[in-house]
């Protein structure tokens, strides 16, 4: 591309030179239109390299893989140099300053756990327990197990809990 500019700004300044030396009466008509040619062609050899580059540039961003949000890898499927295929996929990217505690509670107390309800979060691994605030809660009663699905979300801003910790809930659930 920086060679087909050069070229092109070459023969941009032949051309208005000729042009001028020709309307002095220094130059003839062919020597005009050589240097008409010369810069036409070299603007289209431009921007043929351009939409070149432009494509390269293209080939080149559709090899980088970019996360819609910030966060860390935490499973990586591809190895480096493997070709990626359609609709696989190449990590599991997580958010890990917002984290999503999955419980299941027993069916007695369905009904009782409204979104929003706060929870004392406790991990088995020795990390110091933390406060997260229910923010979904499943209807449907698993019937093999006889437990309803909450999630609580607990907040994690300097990334101190990792991801996929067994955790416990304690809650204060509201009176009847």
Partial sequence: YARAKASFENARQNYHRIVNLYKAGSATSQQRDQAK??????RAALQQSKA??????QKLDDTTIRAPYNGYVTHRYDMVGEYANVAQPAFDFTDLSVLEAEMDLPERYAGSIPVGLKAKISFLSGFAPVEGVVTRVNPSINTDTRTFEIKVQVQNPKFTLPNGLFCTGTFVLPEL
């Fill in 37 to 42: 040619a010369g810069y036409d062609e070299a």
């Fill in 52 to 57: 070149a580059m432009d494509d390269a540039q």
